[in-house]
């Protein structure tokens, strides 16, 4: 069992940058690959980025690719998103995620066993 505690979000200004932070209990956070997911307002939920169990191979959405950085840090159970560049079309509850280190593909939720409560992000204009 894993639970996942997202936090960092709040109102930015376009332009701006928001770290978000998901917190993991268990012992076994290295075996899960960590991903980040948003649901905006009347959408479905929607794929952001994925980091593997060593933190090496990452992945993203064309949406937010260059603007978004996925992370993690093994000794505190953490997974992280740095989001720069922010836009009003980034406003959503953002959810953390663990799948199984084995399953693929990453960016298809129905692998991720494991969710966060979300966090809202809000981008002014």
């Known amino acids: 069992q894993v639970q996942l505690v997202e936090s960092g979000g709040g109102l930015v200004q376009a332009g701006g940058s928001l770290r978000l932070s998901c917190a993991a209990s268990?012992?076994?956070?290295?075996?899960?690959?960590m991903g980040w997911f948003r649901q905006a307002p009347g959408k479905e939920r929607e794929f952001m980025a994925a980091?593997?169990?060593?933190?090496?191979?990452?992945y993203y959405a064309d949406s937010v690719k260059g603007r978004f950085t996925i992370s993690r840090d093994n000794a505190r159970n953490t997974v992280y998103l740095q989001m720069n560049s922010l836009k009003p079309e980034d406003t959503a509850v953002y959810y953390c995620?663990?799948?199984?280190?084995?399953?693929?593909?990453?960016?298809?939720?129905?692998?991720?066993?494991?969710w966060g409560q979300g966090t809202q992000v809000t981008v002014s204009s």
């Open positions: 268990g012992r076994t956070f290295l075996s899960y690959t």
């Open positions: 995620a663990a799948a199984p280190r084995s399953s693929s593909p990453y960016t298809n939720q129905i692998i991720y066993d494991y």
């Open positions: 980091v593997g169990w060593s933190g090496i191979n990452t």
